[in-house]
C-alpha cells in the first residue's frame, strides 16, 4: 500500500502545477520524477501504474501535469519543449526543498526526451530511465503533421490529439526544431535505462537505438516485448517498476524500505519510520498497513493522516456500516450514505449541554448525507440510528487504557 498525497507547486511559466506524491511505506530508499507522455497527465494508466510500482518498490516518486495539462493551470498553447524541461526543473527543486532531491528520473515518450534534457540540470539524479522515448523531440510533430504547414504559415492551429482539440503555436515547432539531444545525452553522465517495444508504431524502435548509440556507459535497453506505446496493459507497467528498480538499486546504494511492523489479528501495531519527526506506520490485523503524520505546521512531514484524522475517519466509516446496515434490514431505498466530519477543540464555557465547566472540550461535527427515495421520517430514523454506531458509543463511554512496556 502507498500514501498518494496531492500537491501543487510553481512550473517554469509561473503556473500551479498539479502533482502526486506516491510514497511507499516508510522511509524511501529514494525519490523519483515521472515525466508523462506528449498530451497526456500525471493520472494516465502508465504514470500512475509504474509510479505505484515503483512506491511499492521502496521508491517515492512525484508525477505532476506539465503546464496547461490535466490539472495544472496555463495554456497548453504557451508552453513547449523547453518550458517542459522548466517544469521538470521546478518539480526537482521542490522535491529537495519539501522531501529529497531526487536521484531518478523516468520519462514516457516526449516526456522521456523531456528527462534526457533536464537530468543535467539535477545534481542529484544518478540514473534516468525513458519508455518509448523518441530521440529528437521533433519527432512529436508527426501526431499533427497535416497542419505543420498550416501552423507555419499562420502562426497556429487546433489539431485534434486524444480526441482532444490543442492549439499548436510556430514557436511550439521552432522550439522542438531547436533541441541538441544527440549532445545531451552523450554528456549524460548518469547510468541510462531505455524501454522500448519493438512493435511500437507511435515511436519506432530506431529511436531506442538513437539513444542507446549516443549514449556512453553505464547504458542498458530493456524490450518491451508485446507491449504497446502507452503501455496499456498492466503487466507492461508492473514490469517496467520492477526493472527500474531493481535497475536503479545499483546506483542508489543499500539502503532498504523500513518493514512494516507485524500485527495479528485483533492487534493494531504503530512504529516510527525514523523519516521526519513524527511519521509513523500502523498494521492493522496482519492485513492492512496504513500512515500517521502530522503536517509541516506541527513539526511532521503529511506523509500521513494525523492521529485526530484516523479517530474521525474510523467515527465515520462506523456511521456510514450502521447506517447501511439498518436500512438494509428495514428495506430503506438508501442508494448511498456519506459523512463529513471535523474536529475542534472549544471552550467549555461555550459548550451548551456539556458536564465540563473549565478549560476545552473536544467537539467533533458529523454532517450525514443521505443519497436516495426517502421519506422524512425515514430520513430520521437514520440519523437516530447513526447515534448508535459502536464508535460512537464508546467515544461517550467511559473508556479504560491500560499501558505497559512490552518486554525486548
Known amino acids: ?43 494516465i494508466f502508465a504514470a500512475a501504474r509504474v509510479s505505484a510500482g515503483l512506491a511499492e518498490r521502496g521508491i517515492a516518486v512525484l508525477r505532476f501535469d506539465f503546464t496547461g495539462l490535466g ?3 496555463g495554456e497548453f498553447a504557451n508552453t513547449n519543449f523547453t518550458s517542459n524541461v522548466g517544469d521538470l526543473i521546478a518539480a526537482a527543486n521542490w522535491l529537495t526543498d519539501t522531501h529529497e532531491a531526487p536521484s531518478i528520473l523516468v520519462g514516457h515518450s516526449l516526456g522521456g526526451a523531456a528527462v534526457l534534457a533536464a537530468a543535467g540540470e539535477i545534481a542529484a539524479v544518478q540514473a534516468v530511465a525513458t519508455i518509448g522515448a523518441p530521440y529528437d523531440p521533433a519527432h512529436v510533430s508527426d501526431n499533427f503533421s497535416h497542419a505543420v504547414q498550416d501552423i507555419s504559415e499562420n502562426g497556429e492551429a487546433e489539431v485534434t490529439l486524444g480526441g482532444r482539440p490543442f492549439v499548436i503555436k510556430k514557436q511550439f515547432l521552432d522550439d522542438i526544431g531547436g533541441q541538441n539531444q544527440r549532445d545531451r545525452i552523450a554528456n549524460l553522465g548518469k ?22 548509440g549516443a549514449a556512453k556507459h553505464p547504458k542498458s535497453f530493456v524490450t518491451l516485448d508485446e507491449a504497446d506505446h502507452l ?60 500512515r500517521a503524520d502530522e503536517p509541516p505546521s506541527y513539526g511532521g512531514t503529511d506523509t500521513g493522516p494525523t492521529p485526530y484524522d484516523l479517530l474521525l475517519s474510523g467515527l465515520g466509516a462506523c456511521t456510514t456500516m450502521t447506517i447501511r446496515m439498518y436500512a438494509d434490514r428495514k428495506k430503506i431505498p438508501l442508494k448511498r450514505a456519506s459523512v463529513t466530519l471535523r474536529h475542534d477543540k472549544i471552550h467549555a ?60
Open 71 to 73: 490539472h495544472s493551470d
Open 191 to 212: 547510468a541510462l535505462l531505455v524501454f522500448h517495444a519493438p512493435g511500437d508504431v507511435q515511436v519506432g524502435i530506431e529511436n531506442a537505438a538513437e539513444i542507446y
Open 1 to 43: 500500500m502507498v500514501a498518494d498525497n496531492k500537491i501543487t507547486f510553481p512550473g517554469a511559466l509561473g503556473e500551479n502545477l498539479a502533482a502526486r506524491l506516491d510514497l511507499p511505506i516508510g522511509t524511501p530508499r529514494a525519490y523519483a520524477l515521472f515525466a508523462h507522455c506528449f498530451t497526456c497527465s500525471k493520472d
Open 349 to 408: 464555557e461555550d459548550c451548551e449541554g456539556c458536564e465540563t465547566q473549565d478549560g476545552k472540550v473536544d467537539q467533533i461535527e458529523r454532517e450525514i448525507m443521505l443519497d436516495g427515495d426517502l421519506s422524512e421520517e425515514q430520513r430520521q430514523s437514520l440519523l437516530v440510528i447513526a447515534e448508535k454506531c459502536p464508535v460512537h458509543r464508546t467515544l461517550h463511554s467511559e473508556v479504560k487504557v491500560d499501558s505497559k512496556l512490552k518486554a525486548g
Open 231 to 290: 503501455l496499456s496493459k498492466k503487466q507492461d507497467a508492473i514490469y517496467v517498476a520492477e526493472v527500474i528498480a531493481a535497475w536503479a538499486g545499483r546506483y542508489l546504494g543499500e539502503e532498504e524500505a523500513i518493514e512494516a511492523p507485524k500485527s495479528l489479528q485483533g492487534e493494531v501495531v504503530v512504529q516510527e519510520t525514523g523519516e521526519g519527526k513524527f511519521a509513523q506506520i500502523v498494521s492493522v490485523g496482519g492485513r492492512h498497513i496504513l
